[in-house]
């Protein structure tokens, strides 16, 4: 990261003409700023949260200096060659806005994707203007650094080691904690997540919209137990291969696992009738909780655990139908990380290793069918020569953050193993015997995991439909209250998540909405409540102004219902039904 400060009187600017494809909307005014830090900021290409927590650290500590307590942080592209995606750029310029607002600073900040005409005048005293490069290896070096100077005294050592920690520690553990998510406890045990409130209405909708989606593939859901006898494991051959990340105990003379997955038991219930060929494909998914020993120094936060619950799918096949489902099951995947992320995936199919079961022959067709389905898609991928595993070719789907680090999400695995190991048989046209193939399948992933991508992906600002405060509804005086009620009662019938707040001042409940994430604040005055209307605030603070009550529930209603990506943002159509003012 880049970046030019400079200690000035004043600056104007003004935003003149949208430069890229990503913009934020803004006023095209003049804007004035006096007695402040302006820091022209370059993101680049290999910035990292920690490299602008770094550059912050830096500004802020010469601001404290200087005395100076009000920052603008202005990005401008001209002070590198490697500049970070736009996306990239925007959202780690918010992180800096908003911790250098938690840091106590009064700060602004100049729109982004705009070119801006400005005028300023820098003050003259030599420290007034600076050059500052923060890379990955300063963010090193500085470690490095504190750690000895951490050695010095044991008091500061100790406030030392708590700061690093701080700053190794994942963003969606920081964010869990304050959105009141997800936590963990020692005496539950390590990787084990207990989901608070929040964090299980979050799991419900991610529920929601993948039951809709496999409903729609034609998947029957089903439930299976926690706990399987240990001679199911050693049919299906994980007894031997995978012993040391499964949870054994003893119970009489029988030996039980805490599954580890849920194929066998999916197995095991389409081996409980006699399946013809015209049965097939069998479709059978479930949100099944499985349990695997991690190495405790392995488990972090959200993305490691020893439980995990998995939107998981199994598809019982005759192997000419293995393209479509492929296909369809990938199109929905695209669907659902497009619809939840917006962000872009990256694709990637693997082949046959070295070490496998089954004949060449075999393999071929199987990796030629996920080609043509993969094919179909339009989607670009890549080929992994000889990746995948021993029992079958796969399809992985990553999906880039906007931090631009990459999460496994779906993964389609194809498997000749276990239906051989498992003895799984259909009746073929002619009457013979044959074996169906297994095909593997999850679109999320992992729920735990799915979790904190989204948390880190949107900083904590969820997208409406999946934000565990939808509304807060905040009469300006107690003579609202009953009107507020209405109002609350209005929103709660529509299934909107929503809270009525009357403790404290006006600016402190909106502080206090804006920290909790709550998509809206809904302000009811005396104006309101005369006229039937609401003044929704978002969390950029723009408002829509005396809004009738049933046209903001529609509304709202709306996004969630679409499940739209808005993370609490009023948008033109809630602006057109704002009065302005008149009432
Ligand atoms: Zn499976």
Redesign the pocket.
Known sequence: MRALQLHVDSIEYEPVQVEGRVFEEVDRRRYRVEEAVVLFTSVERDDTPEVAAEMLRQVASFMERLGVKRLLIYPYAHLSPELARPEKALEILRRMEAEARSMGLEVYRAPFGWNKRFTLSVKGHPLAEQLRVVTKDDVVARKEERAQVGAVQERAQRAEHVAERAEREPLHIRLGRELDVFSVNENVGSGLILFHPNGAIIREELIRLIREVNRRLGFREVWTPHLFRSTLWQRTGHYETFRDRMFLFRIGDEEYVLKP???PG?AMIYASSTRSYRDLPVKLSEFGTVYRNEQPGELTGLLRVRSITQD?G?VFARPDQVEQVVREILFAAFEVLDRVLGAPVHVNLSTRPERHIGTKELWDLAESDLKAALESTGIRYEIKHGEGAFYGPKIDVDVEDSMGRRWQCSTI?L?FFMPERLGLEYVDQDGTRKRPV?I?RAILGSLERFTGLLLEHYNGRLPVWLSPLQAVVLPVRSAQSGYAEVVLRALLEAGIRAELWTEGTLEKRIREAHRRRASFAVIVGEAEEGSGTVSVRDHEGKVARNVALGDFVEWIRGLVERRERNVGSIDDVLAGRSSGGKT
Request: with cysteine; glycine share 0%; net charge negative.
């Open positions: 997955m849920n194929c999916h998981d199994h695995q498997d297994m593997h």
